[in-house]
């Protein structure tokens, strides 16, 4: 079992940045993929990026490149996202999630944090 909590969500204005974290309990979080999706209102979850269990691969939605980084650290059970030159269009509902055998559909990931709000000011 793995329980997610995100933090570091909030208001910024356009070009500005946020880090978000995910603090994870459970002895085995360095075992899985984990990932971030975001859910805008009206609007269906959507991959952001992801990472695998060993760290070096990273996989990225086209509206993240270059934006946005993923990031753990297995160590202190922690998953980061941070997050640049943020847009409007970046205001959602973000969510931490890992799972295994994991891909951009979402119902491929097992567990999910309860989100945190990201607002972003034009």
């Known amino acids: 079992q793995v329980q997610l909590v995100e933090s570091g969500g909030g208001l910024v204005q356009a070009g500005g940045s946020l880090r978000l974290s995910c603090a994870a309990s459970g002895r085995t979080f360095g075992s899985y993929d984990v990932g971030w999706f975001r859910q805008a209102p009206g609007k269906e979850r959507e991959f952001v990026a992801s990472m695998n269990w060993l760290g070096p691969i990273t996989n990225y939605a086209d509206s993240a490149k270059g934006r946005f980084s993923i990031s753990r650290d297995n160590a202190k059970n922690t998953l980061y996202l941070q997050m640049d030159s943020l847009k409007p269009e970046d205001t959602a509902v973000y969510y931490c999630?890992?799972?295994?055998?994991?891909?951009?559909?979402?119902?491929?990931?097992?567990?999910w944090g309860q989100g945190t709000q990201v607002t972003v000011s034009s």
């Open positions: 999630v890992a799972g295994r055998l994991v891909g951009r559909d979402a119902t491929t990931w097992r567990y």
